[in-house]
């Protein structure tokens, strides 16, 4: 046995002055045989160590043929005279050349397979100066075995994970077409004549499926998210406009808890910015949404400006605040704070997936707050434009006659206007109160200087007393929405709609505008009366549920369209190729009897060679990026996110009407 050893330890020795072979490419595990440098050990030296590692060990000769084993090849192979033949001769998958890199082999023994590890190393031997070719195997049957086993369950917990995601797509897909109709036809009831209990109840539905819209998009989100399927698609898009249309969308949330949401944009931010404008919109939706959620006094005010090559959007609000332990968990996905009522409207999955949105971005979510006092979330990502030197220096300049008396109270909606019309070069005069506005005129007065315009905030008591000077002043009302026909519209020259849209505030100081026709004539119903626009556009409607044929089908009517309704798309196939005109195509993405994309090229076909090319929106309850491409590259103009919005709807028909040099609605 010492002997054994002593060979073991002599091998051991010669194998550590390992260096690489020559020109053959092998490996040579010895000394490089020279005149004076001979490897101080034998073949069975090897042989006898490898006896010790349990391993299988064979000496051959450079062409193949055995020369010597030890005994674990023997009693694996259950061969008793291996020699002067070579491992094919054995039984073995090998051939005479000696392997130049480890190889699995699968051998037979008794009547079972296992699986071999096999490496060949190339020696000199010490005495004959001949090249020898040492291989030895180990048995790793368990642990491919394990592998195998290991690789299966990945595969199978990704194909659990596809078929979750499938899954979870098709049950949103089928959430989204009932909420389309919710949603739909609760915004055109509202356009008809009701008593304020129904209002009252119409606005309800309309909350409750809004709630559970966005609650169906944060889980749909999360799970893309989750799967590594997330994807960016990045265009040229106005912030302001968009941050407009969010906070549009949540003043009515703002106004029935009685706080304020206001919104103002830096001068040199410019007016085209690169980033993905539905992402954007979700993280803005969920930032600004939660704001407002928890704000029960005072109010909210967004700030948006750039700061180097980061364009920052802060959120702050007059909240409760949070604690410090809140905010270390604030961004964890289900996490939720406040009260129990107030955890109870969500699923803790906004702010989490609005983080994640933004790192995608290559920007980031961060939160400062204090107990009793608010709370500000700051909102960064890459300030990438195609016109970053160019508009900031013209938005400066729109109000430069301008000189405002504002007379609205304290808070973050009297903040934004301020800071609007400074921004657009225009001066402006804050007074919260009719008296403090009466003390403000007198002093320009005595200067010989006067204000241009008064904007008057209709929550503001005591206007009819000021004095004669303030009468002959330009004045504009200021309401919301929800007090419009509560107000005395003849005793003013303009008026503007909380919260402010920009353009319309220049528009109405500049006196192109009396007041909010532009933004009324955005909506479905252009008058209190109800009367149609006469558009004479024809629509060529292909829509499968009849709910959301009813909502799109009215909302077309109401907007002066002749509108011709499909239910398949054979149908559609057969209406689009007829000979009638058509000005546009609406169409459901999944619609039965085929495949829309493959409808569409023969559509775009028959147009071109007609000369009338007949813009296709497409109306889809899908998420998938790859979907939409695929739909847009198979000739579709257009693909709106269902539920749909009757007034974006309208704003993208006209968008894409103007696209193609057609009439808009």
Not at 98 to 111: G, K, N, V, W
Not at 186 to 195: M, V
Not at 609 to 636: C, F, K, M, Q, Y
Not at 648 to 659: G, N, P, Q
Request: hydrophobic residues 40%; contains cysteine; charged residues 25%.
């Amino acid at each position: 046995m010492r002997n054994l050893a002593d060979l073991h330890e002599r091998l051991r020795s010669t194998f550590s002055r390992a260096k690489p072979a020559g020109e053959d490419g092998l490996f040579l595990q010895v000394g490089q045989p020279s005149d004076h440098d001979f490897v101080d050990a034998g073949p069975r030296a090897f042989l006898e160590s490898q006896e010790l590692l349990s391993s299988l060990a064979v000496v051959r000769s450079i062409d193949g043929v055995v020369l010597a084993t030890n005994r674990t090849f023997l009693k694996i192979l259950g061969t008793e005279a291996p020699e002067d033949r070579t491992l094919e001769d054995l039984g073995l998958p090998l051939s005479n050349q000696p392997l130049t890199s480890p190889r699995d082999i699968e051998i037979s023994i008794q009547h079972e397979v296992r699986v071999l590890s096999w490496q060949d190393v190339l020696v000199r031997d010490s005495v004959s100066g001949e090249y020898l070719v040492f291989g030895t195997a180990r048995d790793v049957t368990e642990d491919r075995r394990l592998e195998h086993a290991r690789e299966e369950a990945r595969l199978h917990a990704e194909e659990a994970s596809r078929a979750k995601n499938r899954q979870l797509a098709t049950v949103v897909h089928e959430l989204r077409t009932p909420l389309n109709g919710i949603l739909g036809m609760s915004h055109l009831l509202q356009q008809t004549g009701l008593t304020p209990e129904q209002r009252n109840y119409i606005a309800g539905i309309s909350q409750a499926g809004s709630a559970l819209a966005q609650l169906v998009d944060d889980l749909l989100d999360f799970s893309t998210i989750e799967a590594g399927r997330f994807r960016l698609n990045s265009r040229a898009e106005n912030i302001r406009q968009l941050l407009e249309s969010v906070v549009e969308m949540l003043a009515p949330r703002a106004h029935q808890k009685g706080i304020e949401l206001g919104a103002t944009v830096a001068f040199d931010v410019p007016n085209l910015m690169d980033f993905d404008p539905a992402r954007l919109r979700q993280v803005l939706f969920n930032v600004i949404g939660n704001a407002v959620k928890f704000t029960k006094f005072g109010g909210v005010l967004v700030r948006v400006r750039l700061n180097g090559r980061a364009m920052v959007i802060t959120v702050a609000d007059t909240g409760p605040g949070m604690s410090a332990e809140a905010r270390e968990r604030i961004f964890e996905e289900f996490e939720q704070v406040g009260t129990a009522a107030e955890r109870s409207g969500g699923t803790g999955l906004g702010l989490s997936i609005s983080s994640r949105i933004l790192r995608e971005f290559g920007g980031r979510l961060s939160v400062e707050s204090e107990e009793g006092v608010g709370t500000t979330f700051t909102i960064e990502l890459p300030a990438i434009s195609a016109d970053m030197n160019s508009g900031g220096n013209d938005r400066m300049l729109l109000l430069r006659s301008s000189h405002v008396l504002l007379l609205a109270p304290d808070g973050p909606a009297a903040q934004a206007i301020i800071s609007t019309i400074e921004t657009l070069g225009g001066r402006c005069r804050h007074a919260a109160s009719a008296e403090e506005a009466e003390w403000a005129i007198a002093n320009l007065t005595r200067k010989n200087l006067a204000f241009t315009d008064m904007i008057v905030d209709h929550r503001v008591p005591g206007v009819d007393l000021l004095g004669p000077v303030a009468q002959k002043i330009r004045r504009i009302l200021l309401v919301s929405p929800e007090e419009r026909s509560s107000q005395r519209w003849d005793a003013y020259d303009a008026w503007l709609i909380r919260p402010l849209r920009e353009q319309s505030l220049v528009d109405v100081l500049r006196g192109r505008l009396g007041g909010m026709a532009g933004r009324m004539t955005a909506e479905v119903v252009p008058s209190a009366e109800g009367k149609r626009l006469e558009t004479g556009l024809s629509v060529l409607l292909a829509e499968d549920d009849p709910v959301s044929a009813m909502m799109v089908g009215a909302i077309l009517r109401k907007a002066g369209c002749t509108v011709h309704h499909v239910t398949d798309l054979e149908g559609l196939r057969q209406a689009a190729l007829a000979d009638r005109h058509t000005d546009l195509i609406i169409s459901d993405l999944h619609m039965p009897g085929g495949d829309l994309a493959d409808v569409l090229p023969l559509i775009r076909k028959r147009a071109l060679s007609n000369g009338e090319h007949a813009p296709v929106l497409v109306l889809s309850g899908e998420t998938d990026p790859l979907i939409r491409e695929r739909v847009i590259a198979s000739g579709a103009s257009c693909v709106l996110q269902k539920p749909i919005d009757p007034r974006r709807l309208l704003a993208e028909i006209d968008t894409v009407l103007r696209r193609t040099g057609r009439k808009p609605i």
